[in-house]
């Protein structure tokens, strides 16, 4: 009986050994379950700051685009300062031009001023009650001459000389241009300067040339073999 009870002893105590160990075995089996879980954990949360390192990573890299991209796009110093100074330059250029334009319409204004005073034009010369055509050179003495008679009509008192000629003072000097000039009837010249002569023949003398008259019908009747007075004017 007592081997029994020994046997039944022991019986109970394996069995409650048993008891514990299985419960012991699967209080850890939890335990070890979760280590899974706490890994799967660890790496969501490292894929989530790898993802957030990329994005910021990736922010990174597009903020660095577009500052190159606007840095690539924006003109540098030096590309700025060249394109001032071209448009300075194209300025200057066309300031140029235009200057080139104005001294070149102020010179032909100059010479059509210069032609029209200088272009050959028709006086009166009035003898008595005849009145004559005369057609003017072109020089400096002339275009002084029509500028007084622009003024008023231009009367001299000529006297005779050598039967050939009528000569009087003009109360001023013009610019001379003499030359040695063998003078025909009907011809009008400046001698000394300052005097007026009209041929109704011929000399040889040194003159400058005013003009001559057109038509010498009753010229040499008009001027006659006295004094006369004798009326230049525009026609």
Wanted: hydrophobic share 35%; glycine share 6%.
């Amino acid at each position: 009986m007592r081997k029994l009870y020994t046997v039944l002893y022991l019986a109970i105590i394996l069995s409650c050994m048993a008891a514990c160990g299985k419960n012991d075995i699967q209080a850890q089996t939890p335990s070890r379950q979760a280590e899974p879980s706490t890994i799967e954990s660890s790496s969501q949360s490292d894929s989530l700051n790898g993802s957030e390192n990329a994005d910021e990573s990736s922010v990174a890299m597009d903020s660095t685009e577009t500052v190159d991209e606007t840095m690539s796009e924006s003109p540098t110093a030096d590309e700025t300062e060249s394109m001032a100074e071209s448009v300075e330059a194209a300025n200057e250029a066309e300031s140029v031009q235009e200057t080139e334009r104005n001294e070149t319409s102020v010179a032909e204004t100059d010479i059509q001023n210069n032609t029209e005073e200088n272009k050959v034009a028709n006086m009166n010369v009035q003898v008595g009650d005849v009145v004559f055509s005369a057609t003017l050179e072109e020089n400096e003495a002339v275009s002084a001459l029509v500028e007084m008679m622009q003024e008023s009509p231009v009367v001299i008192q000529m006297s005779d000389y050598s039967g050939f000629e009528k000569v009087g003072p003009l109360g001023t000097s013009l610019p001379a241009n003499n030359s040695q000039t063998t003078t025909q009837a009907g011809d009008i010249v400046l001698y000394n300067g300052n005097q007026i002569v009209i041929f109704y023949g011929s000399n040889s003398w040194s003159y400058t040339r005013l003009g001559h008259i057109n038509d010498l019908t009753g010229w040499e009747d008009a001027l006659g073999s006295g004094d006369v007075t004798v009326i230049f004017s525009l026609e």
